[in-house]
């Protein structure tokens, strides 16, 4: 039997990912920001109402942290209260809700990973706005029986948008000058296509409640970079045996977050996330963000990246 699902920010990272590797066989819907903003409640609940879906999966969200700085009222809208649209609509047509949140709800005080019963203690707007996106959520599923659940994640980069790879990737390219990057930020990325793929297994067992989901391991700014730039210059074929040539990862420099020009959004330094429910639930081990990262290398170069 076709399940109906609606994907709510289809046309971001994760979302092309869910609308072209995921859910086989069911029927999709994926509007776009024109067709539907979940910033307006009635709208939110006619569309839903109308199109009736047995899941929503919402990945819409106002990821520019320190844009978020800026433009409170907007992150507000995106983050907060358009999650709590969602949520009141799906439980007026029944529907099961996957929503995605995100590390920086949390403070980066903590010396390991972060599970799901950690406090969530966000240190910038972004992060005080998905935290309260993830409350109103749940808030409704508790009051009015929503089924749903919220799967935090970090740092997610991927083929369908330009990301913090692309963006070491073209000024070690650009320039023969030395990059500096952050070795004090440490955190889990992780791979689009992997996150889409997790949303999937979910979804299909039906799991409620809260969990974490990124590739395994972690690392700081300054490693996830330096990796990105060797593995780009081994899978373009230059300089396969020394780095001397335009994707030398050499010309990435270890710094700390205070010795670079300050942003608009405080950065938590450690958001490495742990689950305690990813065994629970027999989900598969998570690979390695090193293989993601090739993965989404050898991507870049078959889209001629590179050239």
Not at 105 to 116: L, P, R, S, T
Not at 243 to 260: H, M, S
């Amino acid at each position: 039997m076709k399940n109906r699902i609606v994907v709510f920010g289809s046309s971001g990272r994760v979302g092309k990912e869910v609308v072209t590797q995921c859910f086989f066989g069911d029927t999709l819907l994926s509007p776009n920001e024109k067709e539907i903003d979940i910033t307006k409640g009635q709208q939110t609940r006619d569309y839903i109402r109308d199109a009736q879906p047995d899941l929503v999966v919402n990945l819409a969200a106002y990821t520019d942290v320190d844009g978020c700085e800026k433009n409170r009222e907007l992150a507000y809208a995106v983050n907060a209260a358009g999650a709590e649209n969602i949520a009141l609509a799906c439980v007026t047509s029944k529907s099961r809700l996957i929503h995605i949140s995100t590390d920086y709800v949390f403070d980066g005080e903590k010396d390991q990973a972060y599970i799901e019963d950690d406090h969530m203690c966000p240190i910038n707007y972004y992060g005080s706005t998905k935290a309260m996106g993830e409350r109103f959520v749940t808030t409704v599923a508790e009051r009015d029986k929503l089924d749903s659940l919220t799967i935090r994640t970090s740092w997610v980069y991927g083929r369908f948008a330009p990301s913090f790879v692309e963006a070491i990737l073209k000024k070690v390219m650009a320039s023969n000058r030395q990059l500096q990057v952050v070795k004090d930020q440490i955190g889990s990325p992780t791979l689009a296509y992997d996150l889409a793929k997790a949303i999937e297994y979910v979804a299909n067992k039906k799991i409620s409640g809260l969990v974490h989901f990124a590739n395994s391991g972690s690392c700081s700014r300054y490693e996830f970079a330096y990796n990105a730039v060797a593995m780009a210059n081994l899978v373009t074929l230059k300089n396969r045996f020394c780095f001397a040539g335009p994707l030398n990862p050499d010309r990435l420099e270890p710094a700390l977050t205070d010795e670079l020009p300050s942003k608009d959004a405080k950065r938590p330094k450690y958001t490495v996330l742990g689950s305690k429910r990813t065994h629970d639930i027999g989900y598969p081990p998570r690979r390695p963000w090193q293989e993601a990262l090739m993965r989404h290398i050898i991507d870049l170069k078959e889209q001629g990246f590179f050239f």
